[in-house]
């Protein structure tokens, strides 16, 4: 059975960071592409960044260059290290697999940028 648990968010100020994990079951990280999607009130879910398996990464452009998505294979997780924080990546961030043309996700984790 696949599961996905994501966990790390929380309020924190501007210019702050955290670092959100997925803790996966029921299959490999390593086999399938992976990420992390976000969605904030009154918007639709929106890809933050994903790898797939050989690890190329994308990243939406308005994280770039602040946020890095990584895995742990032998821990078979997922991590999502956000820097420079901003009030505009307030969301719930939702862990996603792929896996053979299914999407699974997380419950979601709630971030707040706020001052």
């Known amino acids: 059975q696949v599961q996905l648990v994501e966990s790390g968010g929380g309020l924190v100020q501007p210019g702050g960071s955290l670092r959100l994990s997925c803790a996966v079951s029921?299959?490999?990280?390593?086999?399938?592409?992976i990420g992390w999607y976000r969605q904030a009130t009154g918007k639709q879910r929106e890809l933050v960044a994903n790898q797939i398996s050989g690890g190329s990464t994308n990243y939406a452009d308005s994280v770039k260059g602040r946020f890095t998505i990584t895995r742990d294979n032998a821990k078979n997780a997922v991590y999502l290290q956000m820097n420079n924080l901003q009030p505009e990546d307030t969301a719930v961030y939702y862990c996603?697999?792929?896996?053979?043309?299914?999407?699974?996700w997380g419950q979601g984790t709630q971030v707040t940028v706020s001052s």
């Open positions: 996603n697999a792929k896996i053979i043309n299914l999407d699974y």
């Open positions: 029921g299959f490999t990280v390593d086999d399938y592409a």
